[in-house]
């Protein structure tokens, strides 16, 4: 058959006037490559990602091609599990912490401690005095974590004769509270922030408080030329963190950083906010993991406010963006930390009448129970607080509208349903204004000020409710002199006792003072 094609061939070689001798092409080997087209690489440096090792990608054949991702799982549930781009090795953080180093860690949001999947058997990872096993004493801790703080114990005042203690020095005044917490673990001693004159500029200082009140160091927590104010302070379990307002860029603006236990700035400080409007009125927490932050801010509603609120690592970084907590007027914001949430307490003001307000969300800032209101047109309200007591949050407001001014309270769980509706938490035949709460599981201590004896003026009184607001004990006077002592902020101390930091005229100028009270067997 071939001997008879070939001279067909010849013949239709020379009729297309081609070479009379015929070439036959070499096989083409197939490389995977269009060699229409020019490679997409010549090395692996030209792949987008090339850098990255833990999505490793190749020059191979002249085209980009992806390898095999490095998966990061070390079987510990406890551990968030990442890959470093650069190195590709993988690398695992515990995702609850052991601050106050008493070998016991907190659990994992929404999880009660040591129950299955929580990470963590801590009641209290702010103080080595509470852990699962240990025995109960009377200092203002759950020490064997049963959900109550100093069981069956009361707090009584101190001497009326000797009643408190002056913080702020006469340069600063005209001086006032603005946060106190309480360092354990080693070195055992009050931070009480207050705001100050320096000058013509207002301050925020930091006075290092032994167990008694006396003052074993000081030195202003702003340092900046431009006014300051506010000063929150809270305890980790290892170090403070602290946030204020200042206006060193012109505009009110909030501010973060931490202290160690000499109140020595951990890092230079953070900017929280970034608006020409006010942010100011600041609360904020301790979630066990990081910082809350809200304060009440004038971007979108000026010349009102609304609240807005930034969360801060445990390193003092911050994670995301602000969040706009309450869309519309708002006002004294204070938060508290359930066990899986955040609620948001404040206030807003309707022609002369004065609301209380709440809202509830998950440790992103991201709404679960939208806001509800606590007052009526019975009761109203201003300077909420707000605390988590075991199962509930306790919310407690004084009346600014009506004529004897009492202070009111309430409480509601984590998904907003109200456990015990509004319930009057003071007698009084006169005013009682400025609650501060301090949470014991089983009960609440309320701290307010008052003017029912007719001493001249506000006076200091401790109250503690159960659970439900109920009234187990009378009230009892806590300060003994002429002028006003108003603005209580109360924080767990030593050996049971609990300080209070508030502002007080009794010798003509108002300045920040202390006092405490004692715990003891009932």
């Given at each position: 058959?071939?001997?008879?094609?070939?001279?067909?061939?010849?013949?239709?070689?020379?009729?297309?006037?081609?070479?009379?001798?015929?070439?036959?092409?070499?096989?083409?080997?197939?490389?995977?490559?269009?060699?229409?087209?020019?490679?997409?690489?010549?090395?692996?440096?030209?792949?987008?990602?090339?850098?990255?090792?833990?999505?490793?990608?190749?020059?191979?054949?002249?085209?980009?091609?992806?390898?095999?991702?490095?998966?990061?799982?070390?079987?510990?549930?406890?551990?968030?599990?990442?890959?470093?781009?650069?190195?590709?090795?993988?690398?695992?953080?515990?995702?609850?912490?052991?601050?106050?180093?008493?070998?016991?860690?907190?659990?994992?949001?929404?999880?009660?401690?040591?129950?299955?999947?929580?990470?963590?058997?801590?009641?209290?990872?702010?103080?080595?005095?509470?852990?699962?096993?240990?025995?109960?004493?009377?200092?203002?801790?759950?020490?064997?974590?049963?959900?109550?703080?100093?069981?069956?114990?009361?707090?009584?005042?101190?001497?009326?004769?000797?009643?408190?203690?002056?913080?702020?020095?006469?340069?600063?005044?005209p001086a006032g509270p603005a946060g106190i917490a309480f360092t354990?673990?080693?070195?055992?001693?009050?931070?009480?922030?207050?705001?100050?004159?320096?000058?013509?500029?207002?301050?925020?200082?930091?006075?290092?408080?032994?167990?008694?009140?006396?003052?074993?160091?000081?030195?202003?927590?702003?340092?900046?030329?431009?006014?300051?104010?506010?000063?929150?302070?809270?305890?980790?379990?290892?170090?403070?963190?602290?946030?204020?307002?200042?206006?060193?860029?012109?505009?009110?603006?909030?501010?973060?950083?931490?202290?160690?236990?000499?109140?020595?700035?951990?890092?230079?400080?953070?900017?929280?906010?970034?608006?020409?409007?006010?942010?100011?009125?600041?609360?904020?927490?301790?979630?066990?993991?990081?910082?809350?932050?809200?304060?009440?801010?004038?971007?979108?509603?000026?010349?009102?406010?609304?609240?807005?609120?930034?969360?801060?690592?445990?390193?003092?970084?911050?994670?995301?963006?602000?969040?706009?907590?309450?869309?519309?007027?708002?006002?004294?914001?204070?938060?508290?930390?359930?066990?899986?949430?955040?609620?948001?307490?404040?206030?807003?003001?309707?022609?002369?009448?004065?609301?209380?307000?709440?809202?509830?969300?998950?440790?992103?800032?991201?709404?679960?129970?939208?806001?509800?209101?606590?007052?009526?047109?019975?009761?109203?309200?201003?300077?909420?607080?707000?605390?988590?007591?075991?199962?509930?949050?306790?919310?407690?407001?004084?009346?600014?509208?009506?004529?004897?001014?009492?202070?009111?309270?309430?409480?509601?769980d984590e998904a907003g349903k109200l456990l015990t509706p509004l319930?009057?938490?003071?007698?009084?035949?006169?005013?009682?204004?400025?609650?501060?709460?301090?949470?014991?599981?089983?009960?609440?201590?309320?701290?307010?000020?008052?003017?029912?004896?007719?001493?001249?003026?506000?006076?200091?009184?401790?109250?503690?409710?159960?659970?439900?607001?109920?009234?187990?004990?009378?009230?009892?006077?806590?300060?003994?002199?002429?002028?006003?002592?108003?603005?209580?902020?109360?924080?767990?101390?030593?050996?049971?006792?609990?300080?209070?930091?508030?502002?007080?005229?009794?010798?003509?100028?108002?300045?920040?003072?202390?006092?405490?009270?004692?715990?003891?067997?009932?």
């Amino acid at each position: 058959m071939l001997r008879r094609l070939f001279p067909l061939l010849a013949v239709l070689v020379s009729a297309c006037g081609a070479r009379s001798t015929l070439e036959i092409p070499e096989p083409r080997q197939d490389t995977g490559v269009d060699t229409a087209k020019p490679p997409e690489c010549t090395k692996s440096e030209e792949c987008e990602g090339f850098d990255n090792k833990c999505e490793p990608v190749a020059c191979v054949g002249g085209a980009c091609v992806a390898g095999k991702s490095v998966v990061c799982d070390d079987g510990d549930p406890c551990t968030e599990d990442a890959c470093d781009p650069g190195s590709g090795k993988c690398t695992s953080n515990p995702l609850t912490f052991d601050l106050d180093g008493d070998g016991h860690k907190s659990p994992l949001a929404g999880k009660k401690p040591g129950e299955p999947g929580s990470c963590g058997d801590d009641c209290d990872d702010k103080s080595d005095k509470a852990f699962p096993g240990n025995k109960e004493v009377c200092d203002g801790v759950d020490n064997d974590c049963n959900g109550v703080v100093d069981d069956e114990m009361m707090y009584v005042p101190l001497d009326p004769k000797n009643d408190a203690v002056q913080v702020s020095t006469a340069p600063m005044a005209p001086a006032g509270p603005a946060g106190i917490a309480f360092t354990s673990g080693g070195g055992d001693s009050y931070l009480a922030a207050y705001n100050g004159r320096e000058g013509s500029k207002t301050r925020v200082f930091g006075a290092l408080l032994d167990p008694n009140g006396k003052k074993t160091a000081e030195s202003r927590i702003t340092n900046v030329t431009a006014d300051a104010m506010e000063g929150r302070v809270v305890w980790t379990g290892a170090f403070y963190g602290t946030a204020w307002s200042d206006r060193r860029d012109g505009s009110w603006e909030v501010y973060f950083n931490r202290l160690n236990k000499k109140m020595e700035k951990l890092g230079p400080d953070l900017k929280l906010s970034e608006h020409e409007s006010w942010s100011i009125n600041i609360t904020m927490q301790w979630t066990g993991t990081e910082f809350a932050v809200a304060w009440q801010d004038q971007r979108d509603l000026d010349p009102d406010f609304g609240i807005w609120g930034q969360r801060v690592t445990v390193d003092g970084k911050p994670i995301g963006a602000n969040v706009k907590l309450v869309d519309g007027q708002g006002g004294s914001p204070e938060l508290a930390v359930g066990t899986g949430t955040i609620a948001l307490a404040w206030t807003t003001t309707v022609g002369r009448r004065h609301e209380v307000w709440t809202a509830i969300f998950d440790r992103n800032y991201k709404q679960l129970v939208a806001p509800f209101q606590l007052t009526n047109d019975r009761v109203f309200g201003a300077f909420p607080q707000i605390t988590w007591n075991n199962d509930r949050y306790v919310v407690a407001f004084y009346d600014p509208d009506m004529p004897l001014h009492a202070i009111w309270g309430a409480t509601f769980d984590e998904a907003g349903k109200l456990l015990t509706p509004l319930t009057k938490l003071t007698e009084s035949p006169r005013f009682s204004r400025y609650p501060s709460l301090l949470p014991l599981g089983d009960r609440v201590l309320l701290v307010f000020s008052d003017t029912k004896d007719g001493a001249g003026g506000y006076e200091l009184y401790s109250k503690m409710l159960d659970k439900n607001l109920g009234s187990p004990t009378a009230e009892r006077r806590i300060t003994n002199a002429t002028g006003d002592s108003i603005f209580p902020i109360a924080s767990f101390g030593p050996t049971g006792d609990v300080g209070v930091l508030f502002r007080d005229d009794r010798t003509g100028s108002l300045h920040a003072y202390f006092t405490r009270l004692v715990c003891q067997a009932k």
